[in-house]
């Protein structure tokens, strides 16, 4: 990955939109890479549930791909201000309540449906547990995680 590359791009994208970026660093967590974004206009940046952010994640991993044609797909995280590792750490809080629940009366729990990339992280905070497993369903704007208990010997 081309880190001073995407770095660059976001930097310039926040100089087209008149806002101020006081630092931009990349790190890699609990193997998950992050472009992390300091800037005073956090608002406007991240927009109503971070709808402006999810959108700016989209758009730097398509201008990236675009220049990657061909090779392997990359994938990273943009965050302003800690909005998106807050978020991730709430989905990571509602997949191990649920999952407690799923194991506490044995059944099929489901979630409120949300968006792929937030479903992803559920599916994969909870892919070590041996007695539960995780499934997407339902269709668009209600496609939801359902955390199944399977039990102890599967």
């Not at 880190?3 to 310039?12: A, H, L, R, S, T």
């Not at 989209?58 to 990236?64: A, C, P, R």
Request: hydrophobic fraction near 35%; glycine fraction near 6%.
């Amino acid at each position: 990955m081309d880190v001073d590359k995407i770095k660059e791009i976001i930097e310039n994208i926040f100089k087209y939109t008149s806002c101020a970026v006081s630092k931009c660093e990349f790190i890699e967590e609990d193997g998950t890479s992050w472009f992390l974004i300091e800037t005073p206009d956090s608002g406007f940046m991240i927009g109503r549930d971070g709808e402006t952010l999810k959108s700016l994640n989209y758009l730097i991993q398509k201008m990236v791909e675009k220049d990657k044609e061909g090779e392997e797909r990359i994938s990273f995280f943009i965050d302003v201000n800690g909005y998106q590792k807050k978020r991730f750490e709430n989905l990571k809080n509602i997949a191990h309540m649920m999952a407690e629940r799923a194991r506490y009366f044995k059944s099929n729990i489901e979630i409120d449906p949300m968006p792929a990339y937030e479903r992803r992280i559920i599916h994969l905070f909870l892919e070590k547990n041996k007695d539960i497993k995780t499934e997407s369903e339902g269709f668009g704007k209600d496609r939801r995680v359902v955390i199944k208990y399977i039990g102890e010997n599967n």
